[in-house]
């Protein structure tokens, strides 16, 4: 079945530092990939579209130019978290296309932590 | 205005139970409708899809209902053991010009006790 696979799935970094978080498609190609965020008890949040060869398509109140996203192959798309501040610890998650057998799939999420 | 709302919003039960959980939505064009378990840290895992045409859809101890008429949905655990506890999640997606669009329920956070 469609597997994806999201790293690192914990991370702790200093207050002001940038963090990359991949998102892969192990066995598919997905020309479209989404990224949320997810709050302690609470649901996920969409945070932007990822689409392959163009710029990425964010939702209403979130920064682009702190969330940066790169879709630069059929099979990757990285998250970026630009000048992290502890406000932006979080659980972060990815998700692709996977068929109609699949569905929707999910990585495994990563931890943020912004100290 | 195209919205999912998943009831309880969290149910506590004994091992061995059965319990159901209720998800409404308002949601058009509709394509399909799936329901998702996320383990506390993890990543969603899909557990059944249901199409416009389908009733009735099981996954072990997992049987999802759909009602297109009233558009409910409703998943039925049987026989819960510890490692249910988790949350669920109502996912409907509608389509429209080729293009799909995703609505998340809030999930309901069960959690089976000994």
């Known amino acids: 079945g469609a597997v994806v696979s999201q790293h690192p799935s914990r991370v702790i970094c200093k207050s002001g530092t940038s963090v990359k978080i991949e998102c892969r498609s192990l066995d598919f190609q997905a020309t479209t990939m989404f990224w949320y965020r997810q709050f302690p008890k609470q649901s996920l949040m969409l945070m932007a579209t990822s689409n392959e060869g163009s710029k990425a398509t964010y939702e209403q109140g979130v920064e682009k130019d702190k969330f940066l996203i790169n879709h630069a192959s059929l099979t990757l798309s990285t998250l970026t978290v630009t000048s992290a501040h502890p406000e932006d610890s979080s659980f972060y998650i990815c998700?692709?296309?996977?068929?109609?057998?699949?569905?929707?799939?999910f990585g495994s999420g990563t931890r943020l932590t912004v100290v | 205005k195209n919205q999912v709302e998943q009831s309880p919003q969290s149910l506590i039960i004994l091992e061995g139970k059965n319990c159901t959980l209720q998800c409404n939505y308002t949601v058009s064009p509709f394509s399909n409708l799936r329901w998702y378990k996320q383990d506390t840290g993890r990543g969603p895992v899909s557990l059944t899809i249901m199409t416009f045409s389908e009733n009735t859809k099981s996954n072990g101890r997992y049987t999802a209902t759909l009602d297109a008429d009233t558009k409910q949905s409703s998943l039925h655990i049987t026989a819960s053991q510890l490692s249910d506890s988790a949350s669920y999640i109502c996912v409907v997606s509608a389509v429209a010009s080729g293009t799909y669009k995703y609505i998340f329920g809030t999930g309901t956070r069960l959690k089976v006790l000994a």
């Open positions: 998700s692709a296309w996977g068929g109609a057998a699949a569905g929707y799939t």
